[in-house]
């Protein structure tokens, strides 16, 4: 037992030793982490700049090449990131309604270290807390982004809890390529409110991050900011399949074949689900859904049995780390259902206008006849009587 004792004791000793070791310079000082931290704000959507200045202790020491490591708290990705620069400044993106985090080590290598690289034990710390701007509740919800068949690109949102009834939101975007921060180039309404953004006619770069801030103003004060962080082709929605072909094979095997949606989307980049209904002469369903990269699938069908299928996909791991599913095609089925002819139904309305019709023309013969009868009536009138007029004529002979 002494003797694991002392073993373990050994270990730890050297542990320490090599920790020290790693700290300390070979003429005996230690290294410092840098001195006086800066943040700045060059008005990037939360895109600041990190300076810091060279420890006092390694001003003299220029033989010995310095590097830096720098660890800010993403808060897009909710953890640590970690870089290295010969720099005394570093940039990275932070979301601004949020804390930002950074601490910076110092890390000298060559001759001074024995052309190890020795890091600093101690680091510098800043945490800089959000600025108290906007009214508590008038941040903007569920801002969702979908990029639609990598034509263009919608954002929507819903309005805060306690948004102010007259208050309109706007929408501004950045990212690096971009010269200054731009406005949203045409808003989507609902109710007479901002509801979204449309950036069709904007190119908007992929594998990029593109930076959101929506906020605004009211008569009770400014409305709390939101910021986003995209890329779009993590927000990618095809466009929906729309041409499925269901044929049988031999041995009584069902092939069904569809074709890709029209578009930019590379057919290599695009994975598929298949929805497969079974209904059976009994009239119990079975459902299941087949994940497939190809853009075919050949089943077994079973007599009196009725397949329906529908097909929907969205980019693969491969193209993007994430994708929106399509909307569902049609369903086609085998065999289809076959659809019993019915007497056409009248309705009320077209019932109505029969009678209506009907009344007219009942009306107009009336009227036609009338007229007819007093033309008639008339000439009888005109016609002199024959009797009257032999009696005339006797008496003017005589």
């Known amino acids: 037992m002494a003797s694991n004792y002392w073993s373990n004791h050994k270990v730890t000793l050297l542990v320490f030793c090599i920790t020290w070791m790693e700290s300390t310079l070979c003429d005996g000082f230690t290294v410092d982490p840098p001195d006086d931290i800066v943040i700045s704000d060059p008005g990037y959507l939360g ?3 990190i300076s810091w200045s060279l420890p006092a202790s390694l001003i003299n020491t220029t033989e010995c090449p310095k590097l830096y490591q720098v660890e800010y708290f993403n808060t897009y990705k909710d953890s640590w990131s970690v870089v290295r620069t010969p720099r005394r400044k570093y940039r990275a993106q932070f979301d601004l309604m949020k804390d930002v985090k950074v601490r910076v080590y110092t890390l000298l290598s060559g001759p001074c270290t024995s052309g190890d690289v020795v890091k600093s034990t101690n680091y510098t710390e800043v945490v800089q807390k959000p600025p108290s701007t906007g009214v508590l509740g008038t941040e903007v919800q569920n801002v969702l982004c979908v990029y639609h068949n990598m034509k263009y690109m919608e954002c929507k949102w819903e309005r805060g809890l306690k ?11 950045w990212y690096k390529d971009l010269e200054q921060v731009e406005e949203c180039p045409k808003y989507l309404t609902s109710n007479g409110y901002r509801s979204g953004c449309d950036f069709t006619g904007i190119s908007l770069p992929d594998f990029t991050n593109i930076i959101l801030c929506v906020n605004g103003s009211s008569a009770e004060g400014s409305l709390k900011p939101t910021y986003t962080a995209l890329q779009i082709q993590n927000h990618v929605k095809p466009d929906t399949t729309d041409k499925l072909h269901l044929r049988t094979g031999p041995d009584k095997q069902l092939e069904l074949i569809w074709e890709r949606p029209a578009g930019l989307i590379p057919v290599h980049c695009l994975e598929w689900e298949v929805e497969h209904n079974q209904e059976g002469p009994n009239g119990n369903t079975a459902l299941e859904k087949i994940s497939t990269k190809q853009m075919s699938l050949t089943l077994l069908s079973i007599h009196n049995e009725r397949n329906c299928f529908r097909v929907r996909s969205r980019l693969n791991k491969y193209c993007a780390n994430a994708g929106l599913w399509s ?11 076959t659809e019993v002819a019915t007497e056409p139904e009248w309705d009320s309305v077209t019932v109505y206008v029969c009678i209506a019709v009907s009344i007219i023309a009942v009306l ?10 007093n033309m008639w009536r008339s000439k009888q009138r005109k016609r002199p009587d024959p009797l009257l007029d032999g009696f005339l004529a006797r008496n003017l002979t005589t």
């Not at 909307?327 to 259902?337: A, K, L, N, V």
């Not at 107009?364 to 009868?373: D, K, M, P």
């Open 47 to 49: 895109y600041l700049e």
């Open 163 to 173: 948004t102010p009834a007259k208050a309109q939101h706007k929408l501004y975007f």
């Open 327 to 337: 909307d569902w095609s049609h369903q086609t089925c085998y065999p289809e259902m």
């Open 364 to 373: 107009v013969l009336s009227l036609c006849v009338g007229a007819v009868i």
